[in-house]
């Protein structure tokens, strides 16, 4: 079984225990003993099955049951064998005592925190978390005790003066439960830690060393030797536009374009881009997808920059260093900015072209409320090749969630993943290409002298059709493609060796992602967590410049997040503790399946403070990200209730 599928069940074996211990006590309130008695061995059994599930979840990871370990099984354990030695004798002879529901109830409190706890709170388990569950419990285990055990009518100043001994218990039970709650509430209120250091050394002493801003850590003036400077002013407006397809859009657009202009470069070119704001209240910045470029060019506002507010201007520049396949978008409120358009698409080719031109087409995915578009057309774009000539299709998924393409007609290879050249990739056909949240993919074929099609998802028809010059036949059908099999990229292309040996990494970062109670920008919120706590909350990551830094990412949680670091590609090391056999692969941007554990490795060469997040902008936008820490580096810019 799939540890999201343990995850599943867990949570299903958990709920059933907590049905079974409440029935258990509401039928034997209700005197119905063979049921009560009945219902009480459900729920043994329930929780038994509980220990199961959580000891083979264990087996996938401790993140994946530390709470439950440390304190929901621990607790129910302790209420559960309380509940059946006072519970059980009584039950067995048919007789019904406060007592025994009390107890039985007070296990249905405890087999129902174990789940709120994982819920609300998760990993890792706090000491706030543990209190005031423990409180909360027993406050319903001495309510439960008040309301079944007092006479509703005593008359008042009868009995012994004084406290009885059950009295007493319950006095003291109130005072031991107000304090644990208090002190649980308590230190909820304590401030995370800032920063982790990965086992690393932690920050300079202050003075120690010179520190720079990441405002001067800005890109060249001027291309490589024979390079050009390309030029591009870019205007973020609000606009109704009507796609190539026809439909209207209101959107948020660069130049009033769906995607916003095409930059291209060749490498070694300086790219300038100037960006204004028209009218884009929220403002706007340009971020570089995946592109390494000096950290005051990377567009984080509130980390490299402010965000340019409606009537200002910011200028970029890089080098065009790096090939391949990239895109750009804004990084402020990147939701909805992002969804309601301000992207588009940045290649860089190589400065002489190989071999005689084909066909190189730029191939962006965007979904808006009404279209889902590639490039600016809805449906399928129809594209002439002459039979043998090498294609070249650049995918670029712009959206929050993973897309699925299939290439149907033709073999190909996929040479590049986010920009990067693959080791010998190897020719595949009747093969789905999962292509996660920001990512890009690069396929190239021959064209064959029948038609090719390029297929988006299950759904409508969205995709490309490639048409061989001359052909005169029928177009073809959209082809049944959903049981290909998917491309796993650990095992695609052929071994190289890698650059560094991971195992002496000099800091080693663990992130777990889950959802859970927390503060995102200043208000609690439903939040989506990394280590239990929303951006900004979420401890910065610190590096030195030259480091090389291991990260295992965790998901906790039963969505997809597509992980993304800023200004550097990280190497896939491993998937649920297995290593790929194939071709070493560098990416920006790697989807964490719910359950599953990746590890990724890179170099610290790009000093700056560079943002750490999940690629689906609502949970970006929900808390999901943090700043990895160049030490000696400082931002001007920290805004920290507006860094999205
Ligand atoms: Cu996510």
Known sequence: MTTAGLILLDHGVALLGVACWFATGVTAALRRHRLAGGLLVAAVLATVARVGTVAALAGQGWWFVQEKVLLGLPLLGAAGLAAVLIAGPPLRAARQTPGAVVALLTAGYAALAGPVVTFTAGYPLRWSTALIAVSLVGAGALLTARVLTVPAAAPVGAGSPGLSRRGVLRLA??????????????????????????????????????????????GPRAPAPGGAVRRHTLTA?????????????????????????????????????TLRNADVEDGVTLHWHGYDVPCGEDGAPGATQHAVAPGGEFVYRFRADQLGTYWYHTHRASHPGVRRGLYGTLVVTPRAAAGEPGLDLTVPVHTFDNAVVIGDREGRTVHIARPGAAVRLRLINTDSAPHRFTLAGATYRLVAVDGRD?????EIRQTGLRLPAGGRYDVVLTMPDTPVTLNLDAGDGTGLLLRPAGHTGPDPARPDTSRWPELDLLHYGEPAPWPFDVRAADRHFTLVLDRALAMVDGGPAYAQTVVGRGHPSVPDQL????????????????????????????????RDGRRGSGSPVWVDTFDVRPGEVWEVAFRAGNPGIWMNHCHNLPHQEQGMMLRLVYDGVRTPFADPDHTH
């Not at 536009?241 to 095409?262: E, I, R």
């Open 173 to 218: 039970g109130g005072v031991v439960t107000a304090g644990a709650g208090l002190t649980g509430v308590g230190l909820l209120f304590r401030d995370p830690r800032p920063v982790e250091t990965g086992g690393g050394p932690g920050p300079a002493a202050a003075g120690s060393r010179a520190t720079v801003s990441v405002a001067d850590l800005r």
């Open 237 to 273: 407006r609000a606009a109704t536009v009507t796609l190539a397809s026809g439909t209207a859009v209101k959107a948020w657009t660069y130049d009033g374009k769906l995607p916003g202009p095409a930059i291209t470069a060749r490498q070694g070119d300086l790219i300038e881009v």
């Open 422 to 426: 693959l080791n010998r990739p190897g």
């Open 543 to 574: 590096v030195a410049e030259g480091d090389l830094v291991r990260c295992t990412v965790v998901n906790r949680s039963l969505e997809t997040h597509p992980w993304h670091l800023h200004g550097h590609p990280v190497l896939l090391v491993s």
